[in-house]
Protein backbone atom coordinates (compact mmCIF):
# COMPACT_ATOMS: atom_id res chain seq x y z
CA UNK A 1 0.00 0.00 0.00
CA UNK A 2 1.38 3.26 -0.66
CA UNK A 3 1.60 5.86 1.95
CA UNK A 4 1.51 9.34 2.22
CA UNK A 5 2.87 12.43 4.49
CA UNK A 6 2.16 15.77 3.69
CA UNK A 7 3.51 18.69 5.41
CA UNK A 8 2.55 22.49 4.55
CA UNK A 9 3.63 25.94 7.25
CA UNK A 10 0.82 26.51 9.53
CA UNK A 11 -0.54 29.58 9.25
CA UNK A 12 -0.09 30.40 5.71
CA UNK A 13 -2.92 30.98 2.73
CA UNK A 14 -2.72 28.01 0.48
CA UNK A 15 -0.50 28.91 -2.66
CA UNK A 16 1.62 30.61 -0.07
CA UNK A 17 2.70 28.03 1.94
CA UNK A 18 5.66 25.91 0.99
CA UNK A 19 3.80 22.14 1.16
CA UNK A 20 6.05 19.06 1.01
CA UNK A 21 4.06 16.27 -0.10
CA UNK A 22 5.88 12.01 0.45
CA UNK A 23 4.79 8.94 -1.06
CA UNK A 24 6.26 5.94 -0.88
CA UNK A 25 4.95 3.76 -3.96
CA UNK A 26 5.40 0.47 -5.02
CA UNK A 27 7.50 0.39 -8.35
CA UNK A 28 4.67 -0.95 -10.27
CA UNK A 29 2.89 0.61 -13.17
CA UNK A 30 -0.89 0.37 -11.00
CA UNK A 31 0.84 2.65 -9.01
CA UNK A 32 1.65 5.12 -11.22
CA UNK A 33 -1.90 6.69 -11.02
CA UNK A 34 -1.69 7.80 -7.30
CA UNK A 35 1.72 9.50 -7.95
CA UNK A 36 -0.53 11.36 -11.13
CA UNK A 37 -3.31 11.94 -8.81
CA UNK A 38 -1.07 13.54 -6.01
CA UNK A 39 0.97 15.74 -8.31
CA UNK A 40 -2.11 17.13 -10.34
CA UNK A 41 -3.38 17.86 -6.78
CA UNK A 42 -0.12 19.65 -5.83
CA UNK A 43 -0.18 21.81 -9.08
CA UNK A 44 -3.29 23.29 -7.48
CA UNK A 45 -0.39 24.90 -4.73
CA UNK A 46 1.76 26.88 -6.90
CA UNK A 47 -0.92 29.87 -7.31
CA UNK A 48 -4.08 30.85 -5.41
CA UNK A 49 -5.65 31.06 -8.48
CA UNK A 50 -5.57 27.32 -10.16
CA UNK A 51 -7.67 27.68 -13.44
CA UNK A 52 -7.45 29.36 -17.11
CA UNK A 53 -5.94 28.20 -20.09
CA UNK A 54 -1.84 28.95 -18.70
CA UNK A 55 -2.88 26.95 -15.45
CA UNK A 56 -4.43 24.11 -17.46
CA UNK A 57 -1.25 23.94 -19.58
CA UNK A 58 1.29 24.02 -16.40
CA UNK A 59 -0.76 20.90 -15.45
CA UNK A 60 -0.76 18.98 -18.08
CA UNK A 61 3.12 18.97 -18.82
CA UNK A 62 4.01 18.26 -15.13
CA UNK A 63 1.37 15.29 -14.73
CA UNK A 64 2.47 13.86 -18.31
CA UNK A 65 6.33 14.07 -17.49
CA UNK A 66 5.75 12.52 -14.18
CA UNK A 67 3.68 9.88 -15.72
CA UNK A 68 6.78 9.32 -18.17
CA UNK A 69 9.83 9.20 -15.38
CA UNK A 70 7.47 6.68 -13.56
CA UNK A 71 7.37 4.87 -17.01
CA UNK A 72 10.54 4.91 -17.51
CA UNK A 73 11.79 3.64 -13.65
CA UNK A 74 8.99 0.83 -13.40
CA UNK A 75 9.61 -0.52 -17.23
CA UNK A 76 13.43 0.15 -17.61
CA UNK A 77 14.95 0.59 -13.83
CA UNK A 78 13.20 -2.41 -12.40
CA UNK A 79 13.23 -4.05 -15.55
CA UNK A 80 14.36 -7.67 -14.96
CA UNK A 81 14.29 -7.70 -11.19
CA UNK A 82 13.59 -10.67 -9.16
CA UNK A 83 10.51 -9.87 -6.73
CA UNK A 84 12.64 -11.08 -4.13
CA UNK A 85 15.08 -7.92 -5.23
CA UNK A 86 13.53 -5.68 -2.83
CA UNK A 87 13.29 -2.87 -2.35
CA UNK A 88 11.42 -2.47 -6.13
CA UNK A 89 10.14 0.69 -4.77
CA UNK A 90 9.84 4.80 -5.36
CA UNK A 91 10.03 7.23 -3.01
CA UNK A 92 7.71 10.60 -4.56
CA UNK A 93 8.83 13.80 -3.31
CA UNK A 94 6.47 16.65 -4.20
CA UNK A 95 7.37 20.20 -3.12
CA UNK A 96 5.56 23.65 -3.93
CA UNK A 97 5.74 27.08 -3.31
CA UNK A 98 3.92 30.07 -5.06
CA UNK A 99 4.75 29.75 -8.50
CA UNK A 100 7.38 26.40 -8.89
CA UNK A 101 7.03 22.62 -8.41
CA UNK A 102 9.87 20.87 -7.59
CA UNK A 103 9.27 16.71 -7.88
CA UNK A 104 11.81 14.08 -6.72
CA UNK A 105 11.45 10.24 -7.92
CA UNK A 106 14.02 7.93 -5.72
CA UNK A 107 14.51 4.64 -7.21
CA UNK A 108 16.98 1.40 -6.35
CA UNK A 109 17.00 0.08 -9.95
CA UNK A 110 19.28 0.42 -12.72
CA UNK A 111 20.27 3.73 -13.51
CA UNK A 112 19.14 5.41 -16.83
CA UNK A 113 20.34 9.04 -17.31
CA UNK A 114 17.61 10.69 -19.44
CA UNK A 115 19.72 14.07 -19.82
CA UNK A 116 22.32 11.81 -21.91
CA UNK A 117 19.62 10.28 -24.45
CA UNK A 118 19.35 12.30 -27.82
CA UNK A 119 16.28 13.23 -28.83
CA UNK A 120 14.25 10.41 -30.90
CA UNK A 121 14.75 11.11 -34.92
CA UNK A 122 10.95 12.06 -35.66
CA UNK A 123 11.66 11.67 -39.59
CA UNK A 124 11.25 7.87 -39.03
CA UNK A 125 7.94 7.93 -37.11
CA UNK A 126 9.74 6.52 -34.01
CA UNK A 127 7.26 4.24 -31.81
CA UNK A 128 10.24 4.64 -28.73
CA UNK A 129 12.52 7.11 -26.88
CA UNK A 130 9.45 9.66 -27.08
CA UNK A 131 8.90 9.51 -23.22
CA UNK A 132 12.14 11.40 -22.72
CA UNK A 133 11.33 13.77 -24.76
CA UNK A 134 8.19 14.73 -23.52
CA UNK A 135 9.52 14.66 -20.07
CA UNK A 136 12.24 17.31 -21.04
CA UNK A 137 10.52 19.06 -23.16
CA UNK A 138 7.79 20.14 -20.60
CA UNK A 139 10.51 19.88 -17.38
CA UNK A 140 14.00 20.64 -15.77
CA UNK A 141 15.28 17.71 -15.30
CA UNK A 142 18.49 16.23 -13.43
CA UNK A 143 19.41 13.37 -12.36
CA UNK A 144 22.34 11.64 -9.82
CA UNK A 145 22.74 8.18 -10.01
CA UNK A 146 23.54 5.81 -7.05
CA UNK A 147 21.91 4.12 -4.10
CA UNK A 148 19.25 5.80 -5.09
CA UNK A 149 18.97 7.18 -7.53
CA UNK A 150 17.39 10.86 -8.01
CA UNK A 151 15.85 11.85 -10.72
CA UNK A 152 14.49 15.77 -10.53
CA UNK A 153 11.86 17.80 -12.28
CA UNK A 154 10.72 21.09 -11.84
CA UNK A 155 9.08 23.86 -13.58
CA UNK A 156 8.17 27.20 -12.73
CA UNK A 157 4.50 28.39 -13.46
CA UNK A 158 4.66 32.09 -14.01
CA UNK A 159 1.34 33.84 -12.88
CA UNK A 160 -1.12 35.56 -15.32
CA UNK A 161 -3.00 38.62 -14.04
CA UNK A 162 -6.99 37.92 -13.53
CA UNK A 163 -7.69 40.46 -16.66
CA UNK A 164 -5.77 38.23 -18.60
CA UNK A 165 -7.13 34.95 -17.63
CA UNK A 166 -10.51 36.65 -17.85
CA UNK A 167 -9.98 37.42 -21.51
CA UNK A 168 -9.05 33.73 -22.51
CA UNK A 169 -12.41 32.81 -22.87
CA UNK A 170 -13.10 36.04 -25.10
CA UNK A 171 -14.17 35.39 -28.99
CA UNK B 1 -9.49 3.17 -21.19
CA UNK B 2 -12.21 2.07 -23.34
CA UNK B 3 -12.33 0.98 -27.27
CA UNK B 4 -14.29 -0.26 -29.73
CA UNK B 5 -13.53 -1.60 -32.97
CA UNK B 6 -15.99 -1.79 -35.82
CA UNK B 7 -15.93 -2.55 -39.82
CA UNK B 8 -18.04 -1.58 -42.16
CA UNK B 9 -18.07 -0.35 -46.02
CA UNK B 10 -14.54 -0.78 -46.44
CA UNK B 11 -13.42 1.40 -43.05
CA UNK B 12 -12.49 0.04 -39.88
CA UNK B 13 -13.45 2.36 -37.29
CA UNK B 14 -11.21 2.24 -33.62
CA UNK B 15 -12.59 4.77 -31.08
CA UNK B 16 -10.47 4.87 -27.65
CA UNK B 17 -11.87 6.86 -24.84
CA UNK B 18 -10.49 7.28 -21.25
CA UNK B 19 -6.05 7.04 -20.59
CA UNK B 20 -4.47 5.10 -23.11
CA UNK B 21 -1.09 4.56 -21.08
CA UNK B 22 1.39 1.69 -20.30
CA UNK B 23 -1.10 0.01 -18.24
CA UNK B 24 -3.83 -0.06 -20.33
CA UNK B 25 -2.27 -0.06 -23.59
CA UNK B 26 -1.64 -4.19 -23.14
CA UNK B 27 -5.61 -4.77 -22.82
CA UNK B 28 -5.58 -2.51 -26.53
CA UNK B 29 -2.26 -4.05 -28.56
CA UNK B 30 -3.99 -7.52 -29.12
CA UNK B 31 -6.34 -6.30 -30.54
CA UNK B 32 -4.55 -3.68 -32.44
CA UNK B 33 -3.00 -7.11 -33.80
CA UNK B 34 -5.89 -8.56 -35.36
CA UNK B 35 -6.82 -5.29 -36.89
CA UNK B 36 -3.58 -4.96 -38.49
CA UNK B 37 -3.54 -8.37 -39.57
CA UNK B 38 -7.40 -7.69 -41.31
CA UNK B 39 -5.12 -5.76 -43.90
CA UNK B 40 -7.44 -3.00 -44.06
CA UNK B 41 -8.01 -0.56 -46.59
CA UNK B 42 -8.75 2.46 -44.21
CA UNK B 43 -8.46 2.61 -40.70
CA UNK B 44 -10.35 5.97 -39.12
CA UNK B 45 -9.19 6.32 -35.03
CA UNK B 46 -11.45 8.37 -33.25
CA UNK B 47 -9.73 10.09 -30.42
CA UNK B 48 -12.11 12.46 -29.29
CA UNK B 49 -12.93 10.74 -26.11
CA UNK B 50 -9.25 10.07 -25.21
CA UNK B 51 -8.68 12.00 -22.21
CA UNK B 52 -4.77 11.52 -21.71
CA UNK B 53 -1.76 9.54 -23.88
CA UNK B 54 1.34 8.49 -22.62
CA UNK B 55 4.70 7.83 -24.65
CA UNK B 56 3.40 3.78 -24.64
CA UNK B 57 0.05 4.48 -26.13
CA UNK B 58 1.74 6.97 -28.94
CA UNK B 59 4.31 3.82 -29.57
CA UNK B 60 0.82 1.93 -29.95
CA UNK B 61 -0.72 4.29 -32.56
CA UNK B 62 2.46 4.99 -34.11
CA UNK B 63 2.97 1.81 -35.01
CA UNK B 64 -0.58 0.80 -36.16
CA UNK B 65 0.23 3.96 -38.83
CA UNK B 66 3.26 2.40 -39.68
CA UNK B 67 1.57 -1.29 -40.20
CA UNK B 68 -1.49 -0.48 -42.38
CA UNK B 69 0.67 1.72 -44.26
CA UNK B 70 2.96 -0.52 -44.77
CA UNK B 71 0.31 -3.07 -46.15
CA UNK B 72 -1.10 -0.21 -48.24
CA UNK B 73 -3.85 1.36 -46.46
CA UNK B 74 -4.24 4.81 -44.67
CA UNK B 75 -4.90 5.66 -41.21
CA UNK B 76 -6.72 8.66 -40.26
CA UNK B 77 -6.93 10.16 -36.85
CA UNK B 78 -9.87 12.35 -35.95
CA UNK B 79 -10.81 14.42 -32.65
CA UNK B 80 -7.73 15.07 -30.85
CA UNK B 81 -8.06 17.63 -28.34
CA UNK B 82 -6.33 18.50 -24.92
CA UNK B 83 -3.29 16.59 -23.65
CA UNK B 84 -2.94 14.02 -26.42
CA UNK B 85 -2.95 16.67 -29.21
CA UNK B 86 -0.12 18.86 -27.06
CA UNK B 87 1.48 15.46 -27.26
CA UNK B 88 0.81 14.95 -30.90
CA UNK B 89 2.20 18.54 -31.48
CA UNK B 90 4.74 17.93 -29.76
CA UNK B 91 6.48 15.20 -31.23
CA UNK B 92 5.61 16.59 -34.10
CA UNK B 93 3.13 13.61 -35.10
CA UNK B 94 0.37 16.02 -36.14
CA UNK B 95 2.55 16.47 -39.33
CA UNK B 96 1.91 13.24 -40.30
CA UNK B 97 -0.63 11.60 -38.89
CA UNK B 98 -3.41 13.70 -38.33
CA UNK B 99 -6.57 14.28 -40.23
CA UNK B 100 -7.59 18.03 -41.76
CA UNK B 101 -10.54 18.11 -38.97
CA UNK B 102 -7.77 17.32 -36.74
CA UNK B 103 -5.49 19.97 -37.22
CA UNK B 104 -8.15 23.02 -36.38
CA UNK B 105 -9.65 23.55 -33.09
CA UNK B 106 -11.38 20.60 -32.00
CA UNK B 107 -15.53 21.52 -30.52
CA UNK B 108 -15.91 21.80 -26.79
CA UNK B 109 -18.07 18.75 -26.94
CA UNK B 110 -17.94 14.80 -27.48
CA UNK B 111 -18.25 14.01 -31.06
CA UNK B 112 -20.05 11.09 -32.23
CA UNK B 113 -18.25 7.79 -33.12
CA UNK B 114 -20.37 6.77 -35.79
CA UNK B 115 -19.53 9.30 -38.58
CA UNK B 116 -21.62 6.66 -41.34
Same mark, same amino acid.
Given at each position: ??? /???????????????????? &???????????? $????????????????????????? &? +????????? %????????????? #?? &?? %???? /??????? !?????? /??????????? @??????????????????????????? *???????? $????? @???????????????? | ???????????????????????? +???? #???????????????????????? +???????????? *??? +? #?????????? !???? &????????????????????? #??????????? @??
Amino acid at each position: MPT /LRYDAEDGAPAAEAAASIRL &QLAGILEHRNVA $LRAVSMACKLVTPGPQGRAWNNFQM &Q +VVSAVGEAF %NNIVLHGYAGRPA #RE &QP %NSID /LRIQTRR !GHIRIE /LRDWGSEFDPT @RIPPPAFDTLPESGLGLFIMQSFMEIA *YRSGRPNL $LTLSK @RYVERSSAARKGEGAV | MRFEIKSATGVTHLAIEGELDAVS +VSEL #RPDLEKLVKGKPTVVEVDLSSLRM +VDSSGIGALVSL *YKR +V #RAQGGSVVIK !GLRD &QPLAIFRLLRLDRVMLGADTT #RSPPPHKQSKS @RH
